[in-house]
């Protein structure tokens, strides 16, 4: 393949309503900027881009309840998620907003070109108006009785007192939250994207063209999405917030078309602040534009946005690098219910010039790299993020440079010493070789988008150096008279000759993923940024012969165990106080919500799940997890280890003996060290209260249920 002449490289725009987690930082934001650093290490034209999406008929109703305005919510989140991603290294080209006249202007633009193209289809529908403001009502703008349990302040598209989600035309005695009054029916019409009109282009240009080049899970999600049959999806919408359409009073383009196109104003703005031209970035053939996203997002970069892109003349992604979510202790990162890691909290708690500054911002992107959703779900604990902390970013990357600085200062006088090619020995012609490799393997990782993999391979390269200098020994040799023969200052200085070069390599291997790290090995090798270029990558005569480096600083200082557990306790509180915050916010309603009915599924779905009937055997509490339960199930044909998250609510002894059902093909998970084979299907009360779904009298275990 023909290298690109330009790359542009997008992340996820995250909806300026609230802080934003960590999850998301892993999904979309460390990925990216990993990718981006990397190719500017390599001198290659690249613009990284991303920004606040603004829009959207939430932003406006989280306004009602707070008693402000919409712009007001956007101002203040704005900032914060700017600044948050700033602290944590992530280094965009420009953090855009959609709310801005350029990004209006440039998504009208992009709508008329499609109109007139004649690439949209117009619907006319009846829809609730309100008269007294004279405006459309979102689904969210009405309120009336729930037809379902009678609870009066339903909205339009859901009650939130049973669940059940509603259509406005459902509510009985509907009203406008704007004015008060009964609203009425009008016409209305509105531009539909027709995707349906594209399924054969997506076969081919993602099932096709990409189905092995791209990661497994947006391939799946694209097929089953075609599967179903694409639907034309409605462009615009009778709302005031968001970006208005030319010459069409009170309507404004749909927050999924307008948000992607954020990217398209975001690189115009980058282009004037530098003065450089936009348009080759998105209309030339020999960009790559490679969208960062969280699986959430799959559809909206996989399939809308390439037939708007490709509608309107654009060029395609090349990738779309989606990574699976990310949970947090034992559950799903939410942060509505309190159970979440926000990267404001991080920022605020680590990363402080008392607490390391720079160095505890790589902390976090080290760990979350190191378990990166690249293609499966995986699990950030606090244990976890101190574990791979010490034992391998302090013990075997930080170790390395420190021991090697303290060498050099004790053993050489703190310069570096010469190399003398007439001594080399087989484990210095080793080492030489593996710094040569690495950033072959870094780059093979990197360019695959394997993050996880090109992390191993610089700490794998770090560990070498330990070995190394852990074989050759210079402490060991004795001085006489504080001088060292002839032979063996040789071979003192061969070993830190070659350890000081691998930490050349390393801060350039590392700089993409730890950039604060990077820039302080810098200077405790009084070298400048250029050191960094790629191709410096793979030498050996990086640092000059006589040159005197500073003296040795730790690159990561130490965790205490009380500092961990600090945070385990505040993530508990947190989502204690969110619940008792909810429960008073609804203390009219405190029945638990049932679910709302989810999409239909087709029969093959459903059948692609094996249910049986299980006997619990056995049962016992998995320690330090208040919720999880270790079970032992009998399934007739074998015996079964599953965690279940039901220690709330049952004791070991009191179900041991139990039929259960047993979703039994479901893909083993690790949960507390253990792994768990499958699932007991459990039904959660109107209270809150699990209880088990099982077969009204005892069977043989193993029988299918269906
Ligand atoms: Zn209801």
Same mark, same amino acid.
């Given at each position: 393949m023909n290298q690109p002449k330009r790359y542009l490289? #997008?992340?996820a725009l995250p909806y300026a309503n609230g802080l934003k987690h960590i999850g998301h930082l892993a999904g979309a934001y460390i990925p990216a900027d990993i990718y981006a650093r990397y190719l500017r290490q390599q001198k290659r034209d690249v613009v990284f881009v991303c920004g606040s999406d603004e829009h959207g008929t939430a932003i406006p109703i989280q306004a009602m309840k707070e008693g402000t305005t919409a712009q007001a919510i956007i101002d203040k989140y704005h900032p914060i998620i700017e600044q948050n991603f700033k602290d944590l290294g992530i280094e965009f080209d420009i953090y855009h907003r959609t709310s801005s006249p350029l990004h209006h202007e440039t998504a009208q633009e992009f709508f008329t070109a499609l109109n007139n193209k004649g690439d949209l289809e117009i619907k006319e529908t009846e829809q609730f108006y309100d008269e007294a403001t004279s405006t459309f009502l979102a689904d969210r703008f009405i309120k009336g009785t729930c037809p379902n349990c009678g609870y009066d302040n339903a909205y339009g598209d859901q009650c939130e007192k049973c669940g059940k989600s509603l259509s406005p035309e459902e509510l009985i005695n509907p009203v406008s939250t704007l004015s008060g009054n009964a609203p009425i029916k009008k016409a #209305?019409?509105?531009?539909?994207? %027709?995707?349906?009109r594209h399924e054969d282009f997506l076969l081919e240009w993602v099932l096709k063209e990409h189905k092995d080049d791209w990661r497994a899970n947006v391939v799946g999600q694209v097929k089953s999405w075609i599967d179903g049959g694409l639907q034309p999806r409605a462009v615009t919408r009778d709302l005031d917030w968001g970006v208005s359409l030319p010459n069409e009073a009170g309507k404004v383009l749909y927050v999924w078309f307008d948000a992607p196109i954020g990217y398209i104003s975001a690189t115009k703005q980058w282009a004037l602040n530098n003065g450089k031209d936009w348009k080759p970035y998105w209309y030339n053939e020999d960009t790559k534009l490679v969208h960062f996203i969280g699986k959430d997002n799959i559809v909206f970069h996989a399939i809308i946005f390439p037939v708007m892109l490709k509608l309107h003349g654009n060029i395609l992604p090349s990738n779309v690098p989606s990574n699976e979510f990310m949970n947090l202790e034992g559950d799903k990162m939410s942060t509505s219910r309190g159970w979440s890691i926000e990267m404001d909290d991080y920022i605020n708690d680590w990363i402080k010039p008392e607490? *390391? *500054?720079g160095q505890m911002a790589d902390a976090l992107r080290y760990y979350l790299t190191a378990i990166a959703p690249e293609t499966k779900d995986s699990e950030f604990t606090w244990k976890g993020f101190h574990t791979s902390?010490?034992?391998e970013l302090s013990d075997i990357l930080g170790n390395f440079v420190n021991r090697t600085f303290v060498l050099m200062h004790k053993l050489c006088n703190g310069k570096v010493p010469v190399f003398h090619n007439d001594i080399i020995d087989d484990d210095d012609k080793q080492l030489i070789n593996d710094i040569k490799t690495a950033k072959q393997k870094v780059e093979d990782n990197l360019e695959e988008y394997k993050f996880r993999d090109g992390l191993f391979e610089v700490i794998d390269l770090a560990r070498k150096g330990n070995q190394y200098l852990q074989k050759k020994e210079p402490w060991k040799r004795k001085a006489i008279d504080g001088k060292y023969s002839t032979e063996d200052q040789q071979h003192i200085d061969n070993c830190i000759h070659l350890c000081l070069q691998l930490t050349a390599n390393l801060s350039i291997l590392i700089n993409p993923f730890l950039p604060f790290t990077a820039k302080k090995m810098l200077y405790m090798m009084k070298v400048v940024e250029r050191m960094l270029d790629w191709e410096n990558a793979g030498s050996v005569t990086l640092l000059k012969v006589g040159y005197s480096l500073r003296a040795p600083e730790l690159l990561f200082r130490k965790i205490e165990d009380a500092e961990i557990e600090i945070q385990i306790e505040k993530l508990k509180a947190k989502s204690l106080k969110t619940k008792e915050? &909810?429960?008073e916010e609804t203390t009219q309603h405190t029945e638990h919500q049932? %679910?709302?009915?989810k999409p239909e599924i087709v029969f093959d779905d459903f059948a692609k799940i094996d249910l049986r009937v299980g006997t619990i055997l056995s049962a016992e509490k998995v320690e330090k997890a208040d919720k999880l339960l270790k079970l032992e199930v009998d399934l007739g044909f074998e015996k079964r280890t599953i965690v279940s998250g039901i220690a709330m609510h049952f004791k070991s002894e009191e179900i041991i003996g139990k039929q259960v059902t047993v979703v039994c093909n479901? +893909? %083993?998970r690790k949960m507390r060290g253990i792994e768990s084979n499958g699932?007991?299907?459990? +039904?959660?009360? &109107? +209270? *809150? &209260?699990l209880h088990f779904v099982n077969p009204d009298h005892k069977i043989d275990e193993g029988s299918g249920v269906s």
């Open positions: 490289i #997008t992340s #209305t019409k509105h531009w539909y994207l %027709p995707l349906n607490n *390391g *500054g902390y010490k034992s915050n &909810k429960v049932i %679910p709302v009915i479901l +893909a %083993p699932m007991i299907l459990m +039904a959660e009360d &109107k +209270a *809150g &209260k």
